[in-house]
Nanobody, 125 residues
């Protein structure tokens, strides 16, 4: 029902900032909970942040709290991840995902129905 495409990845120095965007292709995703996940080589996919379909609530992994901010623009059918104070350990492929609104498990990748192709974020030390 929805296709997602991420953009905004790149190479940045530690302490720098980067803003990732996820746009719908083919259908609006204003009716979906949205999440950001990341996966580094040799590691499992991990939860980063999520936002409710209506933007009323946001959730963050402990490792990014205070540094990352998730937001959505319903008019543009986009969701963004503003990343600040980046660390080398933030290096990973970042994916956006969508799911039918739920009451829990926002941190679980398997609960999301649609995924983007991912965008590489590399933070140099």
């Amino acid at each position: 029902q929805v296709q997602l495409v991420e953009s905004g990845g790149g190479l940045v120095q530690a302490g720098g900032s980067l803003r990732l965007s996820c746009a719908a292709s083919g259908r609006t995703f204003s009716s979906y909970d949205m999440g950001w996940f990341r996966q580094a080589p040799g590691r499992e996919r991990e939860f980063v942040a999520a936002i409710r379909y209506n933007g009323a609530n946001t959730y963050y992994a402990d490792s990014v709290k205070g540094r990352f901010t998730i937001s959505r623009d319903s008019a543009k059918n986009t969701v963004s991840l503003q990343m600040k104070s980046l660390k080398p350990e933030d290096t990973a492929v970042y994916y956006c995902a969508a799911r039918v609104p739920g009451n829990s498990d926002y941190w679980t990748a398997s609960r999301y129905d649609y995924w983007g192709q991912g965008t590489q974020v590399t933070v140099s030390s």
